[in-house]
């Protein structure tokens, strides 16, 4: 097995989602995992470093909103978005249920390519 894909989970402020997929997956060998937010008021604020880092980047909602911040100040890895709600806390059950349905696909293509 070769080097782990670089995976960077984003949302809104880096409470419940972004942290709860980080958790789920920070044991997966086929993962090296990071978690940020957009907000300025994130525990983790989303910078340019993070992007240059990732290889993927999987934003819970509105890929608009990371494009628009960073799409002119550096080239973009690819991006996913999951289409996951901010309803949940962080580790609730239902948002595990849901992050793993929606990230499995969407790193398919990718794991598939290593």
Do not use: K
């Given at each position: 097995m070769g080097e782990p894909l670089r995976v960077l989970f984003v949302c809104s402020r880096n409470q419940w989602r972004s942290?709860?997929?980080?958790?789920?997956?920070?044991?997966?060998p086929r993962l090296a995992v990071r978690a940020a937010g957009l907000s300025e008021r994130s525990p983790r604020t989303?910078?340019?470093?993070d992007l240059a880092w990732a290889e993927v980047v999987l934003v819970m909602e509105q890929r608009r909103r990371l494009q628009q911040r960073f799409g002119r100040k550096t080239e973009l890895p690819a991006v996913?978005?999951?289409?996951?709600?901010?309803?949940?806390?962080?580790?609730d059950p239902e948002l595990v249920t849901l992050l793993r349905a929606s990230i499995e696909p969407a790193l398919e293509p990718h794991l598939g390519s290593r």
């Open positions: 942290p709860t997929a980080a958790r789920i997956y920070r044991a997966d989303l910078g340019v470093r996913h978005c999951l289409d996951v709600p901010d309803e949940y806390g962080f580790m």
